[in-house]
Nanobody, 123 residues
């Protein structure tokens, strides 16, 4: 399973960006999906999570500003980021739990990460 993230870029403080992450491959089922971020010199942190049933969870630092959503039919998770702040600057990664077909047609449960997309917020 491969994840392709997109939508990052440079934006002024107060602006908005929408990240997308599409999962492709021999996917049988998609489970919880989430977004993480890692700023220079800092550890990777969870930003937002969504279950296959649509239950969401957010880091306190982004509550009220970011919205995670998913399109299960398209195996895609989104992160709408509004009222961006300079401290939101980081590389954003998506993570998806999934069940896919292995080489021997067996069911394989795993989690995959996207390649990361840079978000830079200028003051």
């Amino acid at each position: 399973v491969q994840l392709q993230a997109s939508g990052g870029g440079l934006v002024q403080a107060g602006g908005s960006l929408r990240l997308s992450c599409h999962a492709s491959g021999r996917i049988i089922n998609i489970g919880p999906m989430g977004w993480y971020r890692q700023a220079p010199g800092k550890q990777r942190e969870s930003v937002a999570q969504i279950t296959s049933g649509g239950v969401t969870n957010y880091a306190d630092s982004v509550k009220g500003r970011f919205t995670i959503s998913s399109d299960n039919a398209k195996n895609t998770v989104y992160l709408q980021m509004n009222s961006l702040k300079p401290e939101d600057t980081a590389v954003y990664f998506c993570e998806v739990a999934h069940v896919s077909l292995g080489a021997g047609e067996e069911y394989v449960a795993a989690r995959s990460w996207g390649q990361g997309t840079q978000v830079t917020v200028s003051s």
